[in-house]
């Protein structure tokens, strides 16, 4: 129980069904005097808003953000900043039918097993609806950040097979294509491929892309709260993800030690490294290189072809799923890999102000 | 700051450096009840113990447990269970030179960036040693576990680019094998190929694999601690590791949602999958059938061939790395893994006991 | 930071300011299968609710609750229960001339210090409205314990030098009286003493009692979460406690062994015992019989009299309070001891349930 | 379960039973570059250990503390110390006839209640021997607050109805006197009332006080993490502790608002106040005056006189305790309440250290 918060620090707490009345999100812990508006949330939220393409769902979603506490004359005040988003369009009756069975893929099963029935409207709390209260929280996280010089940016990195050239990588492109990738080329190939998909009446799966710069060496806490682990949690947290990658990740398992080992070099009198292998991260503590991650993402388990199932009759049945759904899950889950990381970025830091002595004396000392 | 436990109920408190004079675990929350005993510990001890084959280094670790508190006439008591291990066989003097530069790979670096200086013997508080708390509390957390009926099991998948043959499947070979393999005709290609790795003074790095069977239902707590998001910090936790996956994982982002979905099914009058791809969880919460997951370890990162490097003067230096080091990480943190696993499942299911009403009733009403 | 979240695996997170747009709580960990109202929360909230009687201010606040999520078809669902009261009466004209300056006995200089500013709009977070979101969730603890047969009474025990008489308690009339007192007698006099106190400009304290029974015995975590230091922080975590006693409290210090102790003895085939000197509590464990606490509350700092104090500037000033100010904060307090009390045993309650193995088996065995 | 964690980054988890192997302490987030040597702990463990004077028992406990880990070179690397003190005197044969019978005022029935079994040798870990993990653990953070220019004076207050008068307060004296009392002319006497008790088989209670000076403005956390609910649970978690006071405490309930606010003024530049019933904390944080609060202690259970019990099969019985007991706890806790009250406020001071933009640019801006 009481799994709703995330952070030790800076700690939210995200509530709300599908289609409830409302979805939302207390940050607790957010440092006092940071300048913040509903408009620097609702950027973020724009960004998962689905219905903005032929790729996404044509469900409306408003989804506009309204700041309930924690703001005083235009900055935080230190403390708990609750924000709101009223649930406008949900249309119960597309829902109707699934109270009795079990979708594929879905969590219907597992959360009658735990609670013993369950808000089966649009998926109730397992709908990715319930994203919006972590992406409120990012927004506010990377602003954070954003101030002590440390920059995230998420992108597509592949939907099915198609993947995107490193070189040919364009960050701009990343906020333009309806796919999220920063490769123009590459997404015209993932719309054709995603259009393929939805005539056959079926979903693709992709991998999602978090580049960190601008980190400090030393944040992460060992054993346990490495930040490598602890960014895992967060990502795997995430609806759909199915595997997490650090740096070389999946690859590092294949290199020898003189392959995947990165020099260190002095350059401007400063400690970096020759390559990053690493991914920016090394026993668990930032090393001050590019933070990089990945998330593998299943395809949309909602699919318009026939599937076999049983109902809580215990019967087995034949079902063929209606209403709104995106053909895949990828570019709106981006904006979420984002502000997951920044939200665990921003704890660790808290969390590493007193690491040492000289840090206490920093800001205890007159 | 204090990084160094691990669980909200089932809590363990790991402690220790490589050189110093003991390492241990805490572990706090244990059911009384439970029959333990030293033995029960040290047959998990001597799973991760190296100097047994030609293929982990010479180093002779005894790695003896004793038990000092928690455990009354042969029961624990529910009060905390301290373990200790004492170092027997350290030899600080083959350390004493890398005290000045950082090793590549390894947490040298971004230890001294977090706390200012470093326990630099033997890689000090980052060095492998540090699991040994890790799998006695494993042990401990799988004898829970199996009284409930549910049983883990660990092994290698791949070594460098040698994997196993499903159809090759040897429960039995993979406690046998020097390289955990559970299928001999691998195991016997991977030591090969490790011992080409020696002879060139490299390194290799591997695939993990985890299986829990028998875990009920309703375990994992959405919408930030759910089971799959938990196994995926406790997992990434282990040094060395680079990438953890569910079920299919990595594949399940290149298949399509009708190859990816489980159809639901009825067998004996209960509801089942007739395939797996989930890896045994759905919305973060298991489904009842087998957990499975992949840990994907980097190569040693002491090798013995020339590595660039600076020192803590800030001058870039040439080092070669002596000592006692593994050629390949892999199969002795399967033990790692599997303990972890344990651990994490064991905090899942006490918390949530309370997850519907019915069980408050079950253990509060007369 | 982060410090309003409070419990373990039934967890609240409260939000709000006195003047900004509303207040609310986030329940997370409720078990599913409760029957929740609105109306079971409101009964609560009405017992806090100023303006009943002449004894407290005048402002009307309606304080009407909506529950937004975690309830489907008249059930808790074991999902996050977000309510939320909107602020409605408040005059932040009343309040603009402390912005500027710091109340004696209030949180103004303290927040000021700790935060750089604050939100001097009735107190802002420092509130006594803060409240709203601890009252609510009171009602939900209340209603899962009550389905295990735990009742919870807190009433006035005195107020100034007005204290209740032991033999002519009635708990319908801690219902009824204004001062909250179970003694009709007791609370006239302590009526005509605040009439007094208001005359003169001035406040008093006084002392609320909590009974809890029904409790099981063997709730409360040795060594350091015992019940009674967790009871002892949720009370003392409410504005204007300075005091908190378990049983016999003060006067145990003052007796001597053979008085304090509480001999065991046999009833009806159950262990009993034939005192009750130390509140239904040994060890930090619950014993069975009643628990018994008392919150020592000081009198409202918001006084009419000049005061003397210094502005933001550093110049010392005199100061005459305006608006609208309760002479004595303990009746309306009284709900909000019960409900963080409710709120501490249950939470208790569910992590003690993994105490022992029989329990596990209780709930996870078929 | 696991209570026996404490401190949210400081956190230590204390482990051991009176008549086990070992007792001690594991303490994680101890910033690094702290010196720290054995006799640091060793001098605050001194003064818990009884058989200094007549009034506590003839027991011989050396407790000599050993460092584990966590220090290297003289200072604290940031990783967790572990701290071990052996047993050595303890005679279990002393305590075999009490496993079957539960001691009024004792954990014996109700650890049976929780656990199903107790280990019930000395009290097994509801011993007052559990301390000594918080009295090393204090040590260590009274060195960091001392750094810091944060100094506590914890000293008996009163024992029986014999208390100190503030007009002869001499801090050496509480050093010396078998009391621990400040006031030798009130040693004396209740050294006279304690030989008495003594004479009669009996036992007595007291109250101890605790000063914090050069503590910050700003330290505390709203709304449930005030610093005075964490030092309430932390004092209240102390075995046989009854009541906690802070500042004037239940005397504030009886007073009037015109006398128990505390006037703001100005001196030296600086804001302050002129009188201190708040006792160093207003809203939950602290206000840069001296920090005060009181533990009512009950008194020894342990008496030798006959008293009324049950037993384990459920038999009324007669008992007289033998063995070796203090008549009077109070001298021994007075270093166990200044060590938890040096934990909690050193976990404050860390926790606060995010709690305004300004003190994150302190520590990650170049």
Wanted: aromatic letters at 6%; a neutral charge.
């Amino acid at each position: 129980m009481a799994g709703s918060s995330y952070g030790k620090l800076f700690q939210i707490t995200t509530w709300g069904e599908s289609h409830g009345k409302a979805l939302g999100v207390v940050i607790d812990g957010c440092p006092a005097g940071l300048p913040l508006s509903e408009n620097d949330i609702q950027i973020f939220l724009d960004r998962r808003r689905p219905g903005r393409t032929k790729i996404s769902t044509p469900r409306k979603e408003e989804d506009q953000v309204e700041i309930l506490s924690g703001v005083f004359e235009g900055k935080t005040t230190g403390t708990p900043i609750s924000l709101i988003v009223h649930n406008t369009s949900q249309r119960s009756a597309d829902y109707g039918e699934i109270a009795n069975y079990y979708r594929p893929g879905h969590a219907d099963y597992t959360f009658d097993r735990k609670y013993g029935f369950r808000d089966y409207r649009g998926g109730g709390r397992s709908s990715g609806r319930e994203t919006i209260g972590r992406v409120a929280a990012g927004a506010v996280a990377s602003k954070v950040l954003y101030q002590l010089g440390i920059r995230l940016t998420a992108y597509t990195r592949s939907i099915g097979p198609i993947t995107i050239e490193e070189k040919q990588f364009d960050a701009q492109a990343a906020l333009e294509t309806p796919t999220c990738m920063p490769d123009r080329a590459a997404s015209l190939k993932a719309e054709a491929y995603l259009a393929d998909c939805m005539k056959a009446c079926d979903s693709a799966g992709g991998v999602i892309e978090c580049r960190i710069e601008g980190c400090p060496p030393g944040i992460g806490e060992p054993v346990f709260d490495k930040l490598d682990a602890a960014l895992s949690k967060a990502i795997m947290s995430i609806g759909a993800v199915k595997a997490v990658e650090i740096g070389d990740g999946i690859q590092a398992a294949l290199h020898k030690g003189s392959e995947n080992n990165d020099a260190f070099m002095m350059r401007d009198g400063k400690v970096t490294k020759s390559t990053n292998h690493a991914g920016g991260i090394l026993g668990g503590i930032s090393d001050g290189s590019t933070i990089l991650l990945r998330a593998h993402v299943k395809p949309t388990p909602s699919i318009f072809s026939t599937q076999q199932t049983v109902n809580r009759q215990g019967e087995e049945i034949e079902i063929a799923i209606k209403g709104r759904h995106d053909p895949v899950i990828v570019p709106r889950a981006v904006v979420v890999v984002e502000s997951m990381a920044a939200i665990t970025l921003l704890d660790a830091l808290l969390v590493n102000m007193g690491a040492k002595m000289e840090n206490l004396r920093k800001v205890y000392q007159k």
